[in-house]
């Protein structure tokens, strides 16, 4: 029943190496969020799909590539991962743009390469 | 170029008592305000909201203060109870289709017996 679900919820991984984080969402919401939380705990926006088409995309390096296959997923693909890279990740998604409620947060992929 | 912060990283309440969270933020053009309570290994959950249009919006114990002259919100929970020990993270908006959430680097709440 989780509304929005992330998968893995760890995941550790070798430099160099290529990963991929899922995301669904069973609320109906339009929009789907990415964001990273550093190991100074800001939380960043990474990129923004409204009904399946990319809206935000801030300043990421294109090693990183979302996918939205329909509006209740949105998945994200790391090519070439960097120690840098170690984070924790949040799937969010909206109806619109968030208005009085916001957004509705995944748990989070805590991803650590090594 | 933090466009919100929040200066105190924590912050130590009795319980019962009230715990009064401060969030200052720098982009004008900001005109929606939200509190999200994250807990240990889950994500950020909404807590209340605020447009810039009020200057007070209420929510049972937690009841948000805007003073745009100031750029500066704060959050008061009364009376503040165990279970609201977290990271509260104050976010702000600018209201479209493409808008984005910006993040203060959060405070965290204990709150003691």
């Known amino acids: 029943d989780t509304a929005v679900s992330q998968t893995p919820k760890y995941l550790v991984t070798q430099m160099g190496n290529d990963k991929s984080i899922k995301c669904e969402q069973n609320l109906g919401h339009d929009t789907m969020y990415w964001y990273k939380q550093d190991s100074k705990k800001f939380l960043k926006i990474m990129f923004s799909?409204?009904?399946?088409?990319?809206?935000i995309n801030e300043t990421v390096p294109n090693r990183f590539s979302p996918k939205s296959p329909d509006k209740a997923h949105l998945n994200l693909h790391i090519n070439s991962l960097e120690l840098g890279d170690s984070a924790v990740y949040f799937c969010a998604s909206s109806q619109g743009g968030g208005g009085s409620y916001g957004y509705t947060f995944g748990s989070g992929t805590r991803l650590t390469v090594v | 170029d933090q466009q919100v912060k929040q200066n105190s990283p924590s912050l130590s309440v009795q319980e019962g008592r009230i715990s009064i969270l401060n969030c200052d933020y720098t982009n004008s053009m900001f005109d929606y305000f939200l509190w999200y309570k994250k807990y240990p290994a889950e994500g950020p959950t909404f807590l209340i909201s605020?447009?810039?249009?009020?200057d007070k919006n209420e929510d049972g114990r937690f009841t948000v203060f805007l003073n745009k002259s100031a750029k500066h919100l704060s959050l008061h929970i009364v009376p503040s109870q165990p279970g609201d020990s977290a990271v509260y993270f104050c976010?702000?908006?600018?209201?479209?289709?493409?808008?984005?959430?910006?993040f203060g680097t959060g405070t965290r709440l204990q709150v003691t017996l």
């Open positions: 799909y409204n009904n399946k088409e990319l809206i």
């Open positions: 976010a702000a908006s600018v209201t479209g289709t493409a808008s984005k959430l910006t």
């Open positions: 605020i447009s810039s249009i009020k």
